[in-house]
Antibody, heavy 124, light 111 residues
Framework: EVQLVQSGAEVKKPGESLKISCKGSGYSFTSYWIGWVRQMPGKGLEWMGIIYPGDSDTRYSPSFQGQVTISADKSISTAYLQWSSLKASDTAMYYC?????????????????WGQGTLVTVSS | QSALTQPASVSGSPGQSITISCTGTSSDVGGYNYVSWYQQHPGKAPKLMIYDVSNRPSGVSNRFSGSKSGNTASLTISGLQAEDEADYYCSSYTSSSTLDVFGGGTKLTVL
């Protein structure tokens, strides 16, 4: 059974750093892209970035380039999303999800399995 | 502002059919057959319902169907059931960005 298990909720202060995780199991972790999706309170879904754990190829949405860092440790089948300096506007639910498709130029890219979400609250 | 435009809300009675639209441009919906739809119940992670415009993943009810005409993709739900009440998001490949884009989401209310 494919599963993505995310780390627990976090409460942080502005300016602090944070790294949340997403552990995959039940499939070949290095053979599928993993993506991160942000959902701010009461708002819609936003593509943040994706990573291919097999070779660590990483792509970011323009809105998130430079704002977050996506990484993966294939030895423990875990992907990460990290911030170096959180802002109140980073308060949101963050989902990781496995991607189907090539996720490249003129290629499909669909989230087929999702983690349970990690709620990040940034408040002074 | 989302790159793909969806109605904020739609509603229907049990047993009826509803259609949710997702309007983009020739750089995304209109130019490629890489449109997907996701269902999200409150407090839950999204679920893939349609991919490649009209394909259903295994386990998704055949009451859900997808189509596309020009720059607009559509999700149709037939035989509405109370459990279909949720938010629905479209997503499409776009040549204008490094990653795909979501629509703003549509809240479906089953009356």
């Amino acid at each position: 059974e494919v599963q993505l298990v995310q780390s627990g909720a976090e409460v942080k202060k502005p300016g602090e750093s944070l790294k949340i995780s997403c552990k995959g199991s039940g499939y070949s972790f290095t053979s599928y892209w993993i993506g991160w999706v942000r959902q701010m309170p009461g708002k819609g879904l936003e593509w943040m970035g994706i990573i291919y754990p097999g070779d660590s190829d990483t792509r970011y949405s323009p809105s998130f380039q430079g704002q977050v860092t996506i990484s993966a440790d294939k030895s423990i089948s875990t992907a990460y999303l990290q911030w170096s300096s959180l802002k109140a506007s980073d308060t949101a639910m963050y989902y990781c999800a496995r991607l189907l498709g090539g996720c490249g130029y003129d290629a499909p890219c669909y989230f087929d399995y999702w983690g349970q979400g990690t709620l990040v609250t940034v408040s002074s | 502002q989302s790159a793909l435009t969806q109605p904020a809300s739609v509603s229907g009675s049990p047993g009826q059919s509803i259609t949710i639209s997702c309007t983009g441009t020739s750089s995304d919906v209109g130019g490629y057959n890489y449109v997907s739809w996701y269902q999200q119940h409150p407090g839950k992670a999204p679920k893939l319902m349609i991919y490649d415009v009209s394909n259903r993943p295994s386990g998704v009810s055949n009451r859900f169907s997808g189509s596309k005409s020009g720059n607009t993709a559509s999700l149709t739900i037939s035989g509405l059931q109370a459990e279909d009440e949720a938010d629905y998001y479209c997503s499409s490949y776009t040549s204008s960005s490094t990653l795909d884009v979501f629509g703003g989401g549509t809240k479906l209310t089953v009356l």
